[in-house]
């Protein structure tokens, strides 16, 4: 897989993960994750939480979620402000502090250029968001449909 920055992590999952809580998109909907971390297909969703002793001592983390609906999951230029898109994205930071949000909207635009079953190939311009640093081109394993 293609990592276009250090540490950003893009996966690709359908349907939409249960795990998230707050129903935001179509069951259908393509379901993009960006991270700081590594990511798994078996547990799409970074878990945010600090070390059982309180220590604090963990690395800076972000994850940043698109929720594409099925009807502009097809191949060209999505507008992220589009009714139907939602996000979710939070960080925890190394003090133990933190915080995050879900919304329906975004800004910025997400290309969608190739596609097939195991992977997609994205491009994310206009995002502009130094906390969740998505922009940029991206191979994205597909996690199971």
Same mark, same amino acid.
């Given at each position: 897989?293609?990592?276009?920055?250090?540490?950003?992590?893009?996966?690709?999952?359908?349907?939409?993960?249960?795990?998230?809580?707050?129903?935001?998109?179509?069951?259908?909907?393509?379901?993009?994750?960006?991270?700081?971390?590594?990511?798994?297909?078996?547990?799409?969703?970074?878990?945010?939480? #600090?070390?059982?002793?309180?220590?604090?001592?963990?690395?800076?983390?972000?994850?940043?979620?698109?929720? #594409?609906?099925?009807?502009?999951?097809?191949?060209?230029?999505?507008?992220?402000?589009?009714?139907? #898109?939602?996000?979710?994205?939070?960080?925890?930071?190394?003090?133990?502090?933190?915080?995050?949000?879900?919304?329906?909207?975004?800004?910025?635009?997400?290309?969608?250029?190739?596609?097939?079953?195991?992977?997609?190939?994205?491009?994310?311009?206009?995002?502009?968001?130094?906390?969740?640093?998505?922009?940029?081109?991206?191979?994205?394993?597909?996690?199971?449909?």
């Amino acid at each position: 897989m293609l990592r276009p920055r250090a540490g950003a992590d893009p996966r690709a999952c359908r349907p939409w993960p249960r795990s998230l809580g707050a129903k935001i998109a179509s069951p259908d909907a393509l379901v993009l994750f960006f991270s700081s971390a590594v990511q798994q297909c078996t547990q799409p969703v970074i878990p945010m939480e #600090i070390d059982v002793d309180g220590t604090c001592d963990t690395e800076p983390v972000w994850q940043h979620i698109l929720m #594409i609906p099925p009807e502009l999951n097809t191949p060209g230029l999505i507008d992220l402000s589009s009714p139907g #898109i939602g996000f979710h994205q939070f960080m925890l930071m190394a003090n133990c502090g933190g915080g995050g949000g879900t919304g329906s909207r975004y800004w910025g635009t997400l290309e969608i250029v190739e596609s097939d079953e195991t992977s997609l190939f994205v491009k994310v311009r206009g995002t502009e968001n130094p906390s969740f640093p998505i922009d940029g081109d991206h191979t994205v394993q597909r996690c199971g449909s």
